[in-house]
T-cell receptor, first 109, second 113 residues
Framework: QKEVEQDPGPLSVPEGAIVSLNCTYS??????FMWYRQYSRKGPELLMY????GNKEDGRFTAQVDKSSKYISLFIRDSQPSDSATYLC?????????FGAGTRLTVKP | DGGITQSPKYLFRKEGQNVTLSCEQN?????MYWYRQDPGQGLRLIYY???????QKGDIAEGYSVSREKKESFPLTVTSAQKNPTAFYLC????????????FGPGTRLTVT
């Protein structure tokens, strides 16, 4: 079993839809939970990070962490074609970052 | 402009040759990291350095070497001992000792034939 599991998709939604991206993990020692966005052939861009269970909002993005279920989510409201990218979840303990394989999202105009 | 630069963007080498990938940052970050990304897989940590003249192996350090002589620079050498060197290599840096808030460079695509 991988430490971090992420559905690779692909996921295709119409413009304006609410997108839900998810990851599960097995190691309860993870302390920080991150979401990165990666456009094709580019480096990942940090969207959000959280430390504790609960929700964190930044504009159209909401990150949710449920440590009891070992489950994290990223919600994108009013999705735009420019949101089309691969989204990577990542989890960190003691400088050891573990990444999901990424979910490929396409937002159609 | 502050950021992380990696050069070159694309690199081609023959099997059996060592090759060095450049990573420079002007963010004044103490910690720097090297990852490799393969299709369908998450990023995997090769090496990281929290301070000048010190670095630690990640999960897949075999066949790679690094140096950290300056705070701004963390070059990665892919040696001929690396069995599957063709990949997308990403450098990152962080101001946090824990390693959260890692910011990535644009990456170098290495192809070895």
């Amino acid at each position: 079993q991988k430490e971090v599991e992420q559905d690779p998709g692909p996921l295709s939604v119409p413009e304006g839809a609410i997108v839900s991206l998810n990851c599960t993990y097995s190691n309860s020692a993870f302390q920080y939970f991150m979401w990165y966005r990666q456009y094709s052939r580019k480096g990942p861009e940090l969207l959000m990070y959280t430390y504790s269970s609960g929700n964190k909002e930044d504009g159209r993005f909401t990150a949710q962490v449920d440590k009891s279920s070992k489950y994290i989510s990223l919600f994108i409201r009013d999705s735009q074609p420019s949101d089309s990218a691969t989204y990577l979840c990542a989890m960190l303990k003691n400088n050891d970052m573990r990444f999901g394989a990424g979910t490929r999202l396409t937002v159609k105009p | 402009d502050g950021g992380i630069t990696q050069s070159p963007k694309y690199l081609f080498r023959k099997e059996g040759q060592n090759v060095t990938l450049s990573c420079e940052q002007n963010l004044n970050h103490d910690a720097m990291y090297w990852y490799r990304q393969d299709p369908g897989q998450g990023l995997r940590l090769i090496y990281y350095s929290q301070i000048v003249n010190d670095f630690q192996k990640g999960d897949i350090a075999e066949g790679y070497s690094v140096s950290r002589e300056k705070k701004e620079s963390f070059p990665l050498t892919v040696t001929s001992a690396q069995k599957n060197p063709t990949a997308f290599y990403l450098c990152a840096s962080s101001s946090s000792p824990q390693g959260n808030e890692q910011y990535f460079g644009p990456g170098t695509r290495l192809t070895v034939t």
